[in-house]
């Protein structure tokens, strides 16, 4: 079956400028995750969703970030007045409801400050 | 809180020799742990998991993992390196409260020589 979608695949913006990255997770997974992941490190954690509950946000770098999802599906990262070190790669993950031992991984997207 | 050392950043093997990679674990419960793989311009992909049941740990690809509780260590071994190994592996914990996402190693490169 299908997987994790992530678009764009590589996304090139000019600092200041505000992007918006998508991930349509595998249907049916409940929970949704945002990670981003830097030159030589590690994978961070942004913010995660379960169903209609309200997002944990604690990763979220500053408040330049957001994230939305609608009808418990698709989300939208958006980055606002970007600056050069949000460039990264960032990855969505989903998981199923009640299954807490594997999350699903998007390719990612390469997002490049300029 | 939990947390994952990656003690090699870059281990290189010729091929058909075994191949180790090290990680250790942090963690105040007992934990879930996992290793994943990463190929170039390729998503994350889940190699094996760790969660309480089996001290040993078979994965794909001949990949399997030992959970030593005494020395908190959960490294990575196969018998046998192959080319297509070549890759960036990430030891990672589950959070075990609240969002249940994964923190993640550092990674380590394996290269694998002809």
């Known amino acids: 079956g299908a997987g994790v979608s992530q678009s764009p695949s590589n996304k090139v913006t000019e600092k200041g400028k505000d992007v918006e990255l998508r991930c349509d997770p595998i249907?049916?997974?409940?929970?949704l995750y945002w990670y981003r992941q830097s030159l030589g490190q590690g994978l961070e954690f942004l913010i995660y969703?379960?169903?209609?509950?309200?997002?944990?946000k604690s990763g979220l770098p500053s408040d330049r970030f957001s994230a939305e999802r609608t009808g418990g599906s698709v989300s939208t990262l958006t980055i606002q007045r970007t600056q050069q070190e949000d460039s990264a790669v960032y990855l969505c993950?989903?998981?199923?409801?009640?299954?807490?031992?594997?999350?699903?991984f998007g390719p990612g997207t390469r997002l490049t400050v300029l | 809180a939990q947390s994952v050392t990656q003690l090699d950043s870059h281990v290189s093997v010729s091929e058909g020799t075994p191949v180790l990679l090290r990680c250790n674990y942090s963690s105040s419960y007992s934990p879930s742990l996992f290793w994943y793989v990463q190929h170039p311009n390729k998503g994350l992909q889940l190699l094996l998991k760790?969660?309480?049941?089996?001290?040993l740990v078979k994965g794909i690809n001949g990949f399997e993992a030992e959970f030593k509780k005494s020395e908190t260590s959960f490294h990575l071994t196969k018998p046998s390196a192959h080319m297509s190994d070549a890759a960036e592996y990430f030891c990672v914990v589950r959070d075990q409260t609240g969002a249940n996402n994964l923190f993640f190693g550092t990674g380590t490169r394996l290269t694998v020589i002809p």
């Open positions: 993950a989903s998981r199923p409801k009640g299954s807490y031992n594997e999350q699903f």
């Open positions: 969703f379960q169903g209609n509950s309200a997002p944990d």
């Open positions: 760790y969660t309480s049941a089996a001290t």
């Open positions: 249907s049916g997974h409940t929970a």
